[in-house]
């Protein structure tokens, strides 16, 4: 028994998608070209779709699961599972228009042309909004459309907003935000969900150790317990005597999105000698 995953074959999530599958132990040979290949060392085989196709495949179950942006799901509207959000390839799908152009209020699109390759995600919030406007859906190059004349304005994803830049846009409504998500096929056999469960262990196991850091320092012992309670830990922090009479060695997982502001606040508490170390994998 394996378990089929389809991947874009090409792409902003291609890359991503075979990393993570790299760091969480997974062998692949994705060789130049191939459609298909199987894992050396796991049960896993894996196809090289287009990402407008992978909702689908995952739906009819031709694949099991599937890696693709959030945008796609919505936009074909196929009843798979969202397994796990992935944290990479994230992006937003938003209104542009020329520079030069006023800009009031999402009531600024009625009755304008807009070009894009959502057209579902845009009609929909053209609804919610009340707005009538003409929708024109092309594949590709969406951004060029108002300079060609094809359009008033666009609906694009967005990372950076350089693309928007250099074609003479601005981003002035942010209508979905997007990140890569694994799906998975609704009638998975219990065989299939084993095998899918076993994934997303090591896909979370990866995803905790990105957002958290190893960090050790010394402490001195009359500041040790302040210290301690600036460290949240995954239990507890690990405290070991240091050969320095009167000094302690502090052991602790700080997540990343506080990381600065506890740092800051332990240098000031007294502790020194701090390091910061990466963290390849966390198990809990």
Sequence with gaps: ????????????????????LKECGID???????????????????FFLRDDDIPQYVEDGVADIGIVGENVIIEKARPVKIAEKLGFGKC???????????????????KLRIATSY??????????????ADIHEISGSV??????????????LVSSGSTLFMNGLKEVEVILKSEAALISNDNLTPEQEALLQKLLFRIQSVKKAKNNKYVLLNAPNDKLQEII????????????????????SVHSVLNENAFWDIIENLKAAGAQGILVVPIEKMII
């Excluded at 309670?229 to 302690?248: D, F, I, N, Q, Y």
Aim: proline share 7%.
């Design 28 to 46: 692949i040979n994705n060789g130049v070209n191939k459609l298909k290949t199987e894992a050396s060392n796991f049960p896993l085989e894996v």
């Design 119 to 132: 057209p579902v995600i845009l009609q929909n919030f053209l609804n919610q909004h009340n707005i009538t």
């Design 143 to 156: 951004e060029i459309a108002p300079g060609i004349g094809l359009a008033d304005a666009i609906c694009d």
């Design 229 to 248: 309670s600036l460290l949240p830990g995954m239990k507890s922090p690990t405290v070991l005597p240091l050969a320095e009479e009167g000094w302690s």
């Design 1 to 20: 028994m394996k378990l089929r995953i389809a991947i874009q074959k090409s792409g902003r999530l291609h890359d991503d998608s075979i990393k993570l």
């Design 92 to 110: 937003r799908l938003s209104l542009a228009i020329p520079k030069a152009a006023e800009y009031n209020g999402v009531k600024d699109m009625d």
